[in-house]
């Protein structure tokens, strides 16, 4: 069937995503904006329905840490990389919370429609594999920073903090690299887990383990060689250690390979979650 679109004199045909048929039926080239718009819009207004439980009690949850720690040295004063404690665990703290909260939701997204047997509306919609990924790793990196915000704002008025960005290009560069990592990681959590318990396993065994043992409340130059390099293994060291320095100035580890790495593992890890979304495995019958 041949496909008629009439243009304007002088008028740029390959500008026009969406082309209609004779039969009133719409055929999309390009990327389907539209669609894809109205994926995040759905995947935001999912977790915004439940804020008080998406984003408000993680930034909570996350403030109470850095309360605990401040009030169990009480008068004792360390410095770490040239900062009081509280000042160095802080960046840590916020990074934290928003790489864990995107990992909740990315995961939770394709996982649930399997559980319920409404995969197919992620599916079935004329959007291409690339366009769910996106669809679904924005909005999860949207949570990420309307948590990382919360919990910025929480320590800008607890006293004995200072959370004021040093260098502001780190914080959002390593806060998206790291948000995105972790939104990835979860979208292939959701793509092999069968129940929300295999979910739940890679959240309590290898998220959360990897997010508290990659330097968030110590200083990685303080270990020993053996666990250094056990730390310089973890991708989450870099995310934290570089957003670290976008408020303090320092770092535990060289910003722009830590910069770099992390470039590298999205794009490793958003090619393998495009080709597993591609070959349907564990998602089509």
């Given at each position: 069937?041949?496909?008629h ?5 002088g ?8 082309v ?42 996350t ?16 410095t770490v ?98 948000s ?89 890890l ?15 019958a």
């Amino acid at each position: 069937m041949s496909i008629h679109h009439k243009s304007a004199p002088g008028e740029d045909r390959d500008a026009h995503p969406v082309v209609q048929l004779p039969d009133g039926e719409r055929h999309i080239r390009n990327v389907n904006w539209i669609g894809l718009q109205t994926l995040y819009m759905k995947e935001v207004r999912r977790f915004f329905k439940v804020q008080l439980q998406t984003v408000w009690a993680p930034a909570i949850t996350t403030l109470l840490y850095l309360i605990i720690f401040t009030v169990a040295l009480g008068k004792v004063k360390p410095t770490v990389l040239g900062v009081s404690f509280a000042d160095f665990i802080a960046p840590g703290l916020i990074i934290m919370g928003m790489m864990q909260n995107a990992f909740a939701n990315s995961s939770f997204s394709l996982l649930v429609g399997k559980v319920q047997g409404t995969i197919v509306d992620y599916l079935m919609p004329p959007l291409s594999n690339a366009e769910v990924l996106a669809g679904l790793v924005g909005a999860s990196v949207t949570r990420a920073f309307l948590v990382g915000a919360t919990i910025w704002l929480a320590m800008a008025i607890w006293p004995g903090v200072n959370v004021t960005p040093a260098h502001f290009w780190a914080v959002l560069w390593f806060g998206l690299m790291g948000s995105t990592m972790l939104a990835l990681i979860g979208v292939l959590t959701s793509i092999w887990a069968e129940k929300f318990d295999h979910a739940a396993a890679v959240s309590n065994f290898v998220v959360a383990p990897a997010a508290l043992l990659s330097g968030t409340f110590y200083s990685v130059d303080k270990l020993s060689p053996t666990f250094q390099a056990i730390s310089h293994a973890n991708p989450f060291f870099y995310a934290i250690s570089g957003f670290r320095y976008g408020f303090i100035g320092s770092a535990d580890s060289p910003v722009v390979l830590g910069a770099l790495l992390l470039l590298a593992l999205n794009i490793m890890l958003g090619l393998i979650c495009y080709f597993l979304l591609r070959s349907g495995w564990k998602l089509r019958a």
